[in-house]
Structure formats: C-alpha cells, structure tokens
C-alpha cells in the first residue's frame, strides 16, 4: 500500500517540468518517536543521520544539548532520558537543519561544514554560498 503511494509520487515527480526539479526544496525527514517508560526513543535515528548527511554523533550532540537531558546512539536508534514529544523532538531536528544543514541562500541540503580558522561555515554545494555557522 506505502509503496504504490510512493510510486505514484515519484510519477507525479517525473511529470514535472525541469524548472520546479532543480527547485526542488529540502524535505524534512521525521522522527519516529516512541516514549518507552522514562525514556524517550528516536527509532529511526540513523535513516534522519543519512537524509541530513550528517554523522549521527554531531546531530545527537546538538538533540542531547537542546534536550537538556543525557542520552546515546543504540544502533539505529538514538535513546534519550526523559519523556520528549514527537512534535518536540521533530522541531529540534528542524532546527539542526537550519543551523547545519540546508543552505540559507537558496534553500537546499547539499552543504558541508568546513573550517577558516576558528570559524565554522556552512558552503553550499549547489550555489556556492558560505555563512558562518552560530552555533
Ligand atoms: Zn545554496
């Protein structure tokens, strides 16, 4: 059932013309959360790790900072102490994004993190962009 719906979107995707491909915007992975407990669980963790392209480590070091809770990557998963909302936790990681993810200048996700000196920048690989990095 999942899957004819996804073939017919990417039907729906190949009918499109060019112009609307190329601005194509970034789309949010979600968070698949269940709270066990005390705990707090982001199921598919690595699977939002390889849509953001980045290192699962980085994004639960931000998650656990923003949570303001302790917490560690079990395989795919990533646990958290403490009982977090899906909506919560999925606006986290939409702000992760922001910070380290898609480009400023012209919305997409095809960026690296890199150094010049002592600051972080944000280059896009797409348009070229650089912006410093806040946080
Ligand atoms: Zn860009």
């Known amino acids: 059932m999942e899957e004819d719906y996804l073939k017919l979107l990417d039907k729906a995707w190949e009918n499109l013309p060019e112009r609307i491909?190329?601005?194509e915007r970034f789309e949010m992975p979600t968070a698949d959360?269940?709270?066990a407990g005390n705990r707090t669980l982001i199921r598919n963790f690595g699977e939002i790790a390889t849509k953001l392209n980045r290192k699962p480590e980085?994004?639960?070091k931000f998650l656990l900072k923003e949570l303001a809770t302790s917490g560690e990557i079990i395989g795919n998963k990533a646990e958290f102490q403490g009982k977090f909302t899906m909506w919560l936790i999925n606006q986290k990681i939409e702000l992760y994004a922001r910070n380290y993810v898609i480009c400023p200048e012209c919305g997409k996700p095809d960026t690296t993190i890199i150094k010049e000196g002592r600051v972080h920048l944000?280059?896009?690989g797409a348009c070229g962009a650089r912006h410093p990095i806040k946080r």
Request: hydrophobic residues 50%; charged residues 15%.
């Open 21 to 23: 491909h190329t601005d």
């Open 122 to 124: 944000l280059k896009c």
């Open 33 to 35: 959360v269940v709270v």
């Open 58 to 60: 980085h994004i639960m």
